[in-house]
């Protein structure tokens, strides 16, 4: 995963990652023409496939709505690296297979318009425009193969879960 950063505060909520206003539809593509409208009102024409989130501690938080990762994930963003994540905003995200890393290092040296590299693999995070590197946590495995597969009903209609 490699793209632009997009980089954010402490706190970003539900509400502000997709207003509820623009909540009258589930489909990804509308949900994403809106995504971050309220704190970065140019981030949908901007946002590239690939592009990268870098935001504080509790990313996600309020309102457990899937739609929060969804919008994101429609928007093109590869990876959101933060400091914390709100646990049903983290939950979510691996649900719909948005890969999400923290790491307090890369969100204290990352700077918004940085070209970054993640590997999910090693949880290598590689800022190509400081050429610098810094170190999270892998995912397990398990949770690796459901990001990859686009989520966990991806993963389970692949077989891959026993009962």
């Not at 990804?28 to 501690?57: N, R, S, W």
């Not at 318009?113 to 398990?142: C, H, R």
């Not at 989520?151 to 009962?163: D, L, P, R, S, T």
Request: a negative charge; glycine letters at 8%; hydrophobic letters at 40%.
């Amino acid at each position: 995963m490699s793209g632009k950063v997009y980089k954010y505060a402490d706190n970003v909520d539900t509400d502000v990652i997709i207003p509820a206003r623009y909540l009258t539809t589930s489909n990804p593509d509308e949900l994403a023409k809106h995504c971050m409208v309220d704190i970065d009102a140019d981030f949908a024409d901007t946002v590239k496939e690939g592009d990268i989130i870098v935001a504080g501690q509790n990313f996600g938080c309020g309102s457990s709505r899937e739609h929060a990762p969804i919008a994101i994930k429609a928007s093109g963003i590869s990876c959101v690296i933060a400091r914390t994540f709100a646990r049903i905003f983290y939950r979510n995200a691996i649900n719909i297979g948005l890969a999400i890393i923290e790491c307090d290092e890369a969100v204290d040296r990352i700077e918004a318009g940085d070209e970054v590299q993640v590997n999910l693999q090693t949880g290598e995070i590689k800022n190509i425009t400081k050429n610098e590197s810094y170190q999270a946590p892998p995912f397990p495995a398990f949770i690796q193969e459901i990001i990859q597969d686009g989520g966990w009903i991806n993963y389970i209609q692949k077989g891959k879960v026993q009962a």
